[in-house]
């Protein structure tokens, strides 16, 4: 009796052991899946961050993944940075204000709707993230989009994915030394 006492003991220990385990790993895969949504930098705040690509009725299609970090948690920020690429890879950076400045715009396209933007231009390419408040906004919130225009012209329009693009501040929200206010003139409406 003893003996089998013992060994359900044993048997229990390396069962709670392995319970263990795999907690573990799950923990640690969970974390790893939350941050490879985003390609700020440790010391960075993440204002938004998440996979950006094309929502269809057959579901969100999209690898690469759109980032804005702060150098702090709450306005005014010294240093807002955006990336934008495949996990690990970023393939455009655009650093306010050692690479210039971001800009702020807003417009109301639609009664009870308002679309922020935060945009940069490089060259003859503007870079615009924005985003829909307001009841008559395209996708459920967050409604974040990655728009980008040559000259006037739009030349690609990216989505968040739904439900896991993290956003911890509002568009609007973002002010400081680096974020001037203009109207950018270009066309954010989607029809």
């Not at 795999?22 to 895969?29: E, G, K, R």
């Not at 998440?50 to 702090?72: H, M, N, Q, Y």
């Not at 040559?150 to 690609?156: H, L, P, S, T, V």
Request: charged letters at 25%; a positive charge; hydrophobic letters at 35%.
């Amino acid at each position: 009796m003893i003996k089998a006492h013992r060994g359900m003991r044993a048997i229990l220990r390396l069962g709670w052991l392995n319970m263990r385990r795999l907690f573990l790993v799950a923990a640690f895969l969970a974390s790893t899946n939350a941050s490879a949504q985003t390609h700020c930098l440790p010391g960075e705040t993440v204002l938004l961050s998440g996979r950006v690509g094309t929502l269809t009725d057959g579901g969100f299609r999209g690898e690469k993944i759109l980032s804005l970090c702060a150098d702090r948690s709450s306005p005014p920020f010294d240093q807002v940075s955006y990336r934008f690429g495949p996990q690990g890879a970023v393939e455009l950076e655009y650093t306010a204000p050692r690479d210039g400045f971001f800009f702020a715009d807003d417009q109301s396209p639609l009664p009870r709707t308002t679309t922020y933007s935060i945009y940069f231009r490089k060259d003859r390419i503007t870079y615009a993230v924005t985003e829909c408040m307001g009841g008559l906004c395209e996708h459920p919130m967050p409604s974040i989009k990655l728009m980008v225009f040559d000259g006037k012209r739009k030349i690609a329009s990216l989505d968040s994915e739904p439900d896991r693009f993290e956003v911890n501040t509002d568009l609007y929200d973002i002010k400081g030394l680096i974020v001037k206010t203009r109207k950018s003139g270009l066309d954010y409406d989607e029809n």
